[in-house]
């Protein structure tokens, strides 16, 4: 039998993602909005790209857009695909948006679950690899700036070479 420690730890873990799947819930509509991006030209412009998972929208990168602004990551976008198609047709409107919204400058993919594959496929054969910001060798952010499954990050590959 569980002691009293573990089964309130137990509990606590349980209310937490209850609340997660709450605020996800409420945030929900609000990634229908159009976003507010502006397209600036610039080559010294870093933005931040949120590609989310199969399923979601946009607004489940809020909260961590939200952070990082906060941390002064202010060049954001988000985008909204629908995701019961292809890979191959989800990266192709990804490409065409960042084409349109990000005029000049380098990006970093932040990337939820079905968001790697799109950026897996709009690096490797969409013309991506272009786009990169340069990445620091060795630090835990390069390292894990593209995850992708069954493979190493990209920035890892790169630093490695």
């Known amino acids: 039998m569980a002691s009293d420690a573990v089964m309130a730890a137990e509990r606590r ?13 409420a945030l929900w509509g609000f990634g229908f909005l159009p976003s507010r991006h502006r397209p600036l030209r610039s080559k010294e412009i870093r933005t931040l790209v949120f590609l989310h998972g199969w399923g979601s929208n946009r607004s489940a990168f809020y909260p961590l857009q939200a952070y990082l602004a906060f941390c002064g ?40 679950s079905m968001g790697g594959l799109v950026a897996r496929f709009y690096v490797q054969f969409l013309g991506g690899e272009r786009r990169f910001a340069p990445r620091a060798p060795c630090s835990a952010v ?15 590959r790169q630093n490695a070479t």
């Open 142 to 156: 390069s390292k894990h700036t593209l995850g992708l499954p069954r493979s190493k990050p990209i920035a890892s």
């Open 13 to 25: 873990a349980w209310w937490r993602r209850a609340g997660v799947g709450v605020m996800h819930g």
């Open 73 to 112: 990551y202010r060049r954001q976008l988000s985008i909204n695909y629908p995701s019961r198609t292809s890979i191959e047709a989800i990266a192709l409107g990804v490409k065409r948006e960042i084409d349109r919204q990000v005029r000049g400058g380098r990006i970093d993919l932040i990337c939820h």
